[in-house]
C-alpha cells in the first residue's frame, strides 16, 4: 500500500504537470524559449550576475547558459556590461526589451489564472495562498533562493 504522503506527492506532481500545460498554452507567440524567459526571471528577481553566477542559479551547466545569454543579448533582451573587478567576467543584466518581455509574459499567464482563481471561494483562496508559500520552500535551494 502506498503511503498518504507518496499518493499526495504523486497527485501534485499530475496537478503541478496539468497547470503547467495550460500556462505554457498562454505563451504560443512567444519568442523566448521557457529555458530562456526563467534566466531572464532570476535577472529580473535578484539583478545583475555573471553568466556563472547565473548558470548555477538556475542549475544548468555553465556552457549551456553561455548559449542562452547570447541569444538573449541577440534578441536584446539582455545587456552585458564588463565587470567591474574582473577583466575575464561580464555582468548580465535585463534590459529594458527584457522587462517588456517578461511584463508580457506575466499578462498572458495571470490573465488566465485570474479568471480561473475568481471562481473559487475565499476559503479555497486562502489555501492556495498558503499553498503558493509552501511550494516557494520547497523548490528553495540551499541557499534560501527559489530555483527556477
Same mark, same amino acid.
Given at each position: 500500500?502506498?503511503?498518504?504522503?507518496?499518493?499526495? %506527492?504523486?497527485?501534485?506532481?499530475?496537478?503541478?504537470? !496539468?497547470l503547467t500545460r495550460h500556462?505554457?498554452?498562454?505563451?504560443?507567440?512567444?519568442?523566448?524559449?521557457?529555458?530562456?524567459?526563467?534566466?531572464? %526571471?532570476?535577472? !529580473?528577481?535578484?539583478?545583475?550576475?555573471?553568466?556563472g553566477a547565473l548558470a548555477?542559479? +538556475?542549475?544548468?551547466?555553465?556552457?549551456?547558459?553561455?548559449?542562452?545569454?547570447?541569444?538573449?543579448?541577440?534578441?536584446?533582451?539582455?545587456?552585458?556590461?564588463?565587470?567591474?573587478?574582473?577583466? !575575464?567576467?561580464?555582468?548580465?543584466?535585463?534590459? +529594458? %526589451?527584457?522587462?517588456?518581455?517578461? %511584463?508580457? +509574459?506575466? +499578462?498572458?499567464?495571470?490573465?488566465?489564472?485570474?479568471?480561473?482563481?475568481?471562481?473559487?471561494?475565499?476559503?479555497?483562496?486562502?489555501?492556495?495562498?498558503?499553498?503558493? !508559500?509552501?511550494?516557494?520552500?520547497?523548490?528553495?535551494?540551499?541557499?534560501?533562493?527559489?530555483?527556477?
Amino acid at each position: 500500500m502506498i503511503s498518504d504522503t507518496r499518493a499526495l %506527492a504523486g497527485d501534485l506532481a499530475l496537478a503541478v504537470v !496539468r497547470l503547467t500545460r495550460h500556462l505554457r498554452g498562454r505563451r504560443s507567440n512567444s519568442r523566448v524559449s521557457l529555458t530562456q524567459l526563467s534566466a531572464m %526571471a532570476t535577472l !529580473r528577481q535578484e539583478g545583475p550576475m555573471t553568466p556563472g553566477a547565473l548558470a548555477a542559479r +538556475e542549475r544548468v551547466q555553465p556552457p549551456s547558459m553561455t548559449r542562452v545569454i547570447a541569444s538573449l543579448h541577440e534578441m536584446g533582451i539582455v545587456d552585458r556590461t564588463p565587470h567591474p573587478t574582473d577583466g !575575464r567576467q561580464v555582468i548580465v543584466a535585463l534590459s +529594458e %526589451a527584457g522587462y517588456e518581455q517578461l %511584463a508580457e +509574459e506575466d +499578462e498572458a499567464r495571470e490573465v488566465w489564472l485570474t479568471e480561473r482563481l475568481e471562481h473559487l471561494d475565499p476559503g479555497s483562496l486562502e489555501t492556495l495562498r498558503g499553498a503558493v !508559500r509552501i511550494f516557494t520552500e520547497l523548490v528553495a535551494d540551499d541557499k534560501g533562493h527559489p530555483s527556477a
